[in-house]
């Protein structure tokens, strides 16, 4: 039987980065921080992470429909504000 990843390509950051419209740096630190679904292909001090597109997208969908209470998978960062 043919299993979801023996049929697709694990990509690299870059690449998850371009389908997530967002830097690469961001999609290595949600990886770390369990956010998005990733896969480490080393055990050492620097993680080699690999995506699968399909996890990303079905992650997004969760996102997009879930509750809005519920954490954002990413927080903004706040700006100076004017007084």
Partial sequence: MLTQTDSEAFVTPEEAAAFLRCSPITVKRLAREGKLPAHSVTNG??????FLISE??????????????S???SQPKERGKAV
């Fill in 45 to 50: 001090v620097r993680r080699r992470w690999r």
């Fill in 56 to 69: 990303l997208a079905i992650s997004m969908k969760k996102e997009v429909s879930s509750d809005r209470s």
């Fill in 71 to 73: 954490t954002p998978l």
